[in-house]
């Protein structure tokens, strides 16, 4: 079983820069990558940014929305990733969720979300 726990939302002006972590725990061996989602009421989950597991440095990817402002970072003995983001725009508020995603492609966990906010 794998758990992960985001941190690091709040509030900040346009323009500006926030980092969320999230920490997995559990069965690490078992997850293939990590992610972070973003969601607004009334909306789908969307995709931000996902970066794979294992000894290599990781395979990105990243929703066209954020390239060139968002990036993905991972600490690998702190089973931790990251998410950079900078140069936020108010349409960049959304709760942020993290999840961590099988080897069959499968989520294996959700964290609870926190929350971004981004206003003059």
């Known amino acids: 079983q794998v758990e992960v726990v985001e941190s690091g939302g709040g509030l900040v002006q346009p323009g500006g820069s926030l980092r969320l972590s999230c920490a997995a725990s559990?069965?690490?061996?078992?997850?293939?990558?990590m992610a972070w989602y973003q969601q607004v009421p009334g909306k789908q989950r969307e995709l931000v940014a996902g970066?794979?597991?294992?000894?290599?440095?990781?395979?990105?990817n990243y929703a066209d929305s954020v390239k060139g402002r968002f990036t993905i970072s991972r600490d690998i003995a702190k089973n931790t990733i990251y998410l950079q983001m900078n140069s936020l725009k108010p349409e960049d508020t959304a709760l942020y969720y993290c999840?961590?995603?099988?080897?069959?492609?499968?989520?294996?966990?959700w964290g609870q979300g926190t929350q971004v906010t981004v206003s003059a």
């Open positions: 999840a961590a995603v099988g080897g069959d492609r499968k989520f294996l966990a």
């Open positions: 559990g069965s690490i061996e078992s997850i293939y990558a």
């Open positions: 970066i794979t597991s294992g000894s290599s440095s990781g395979v990105t």
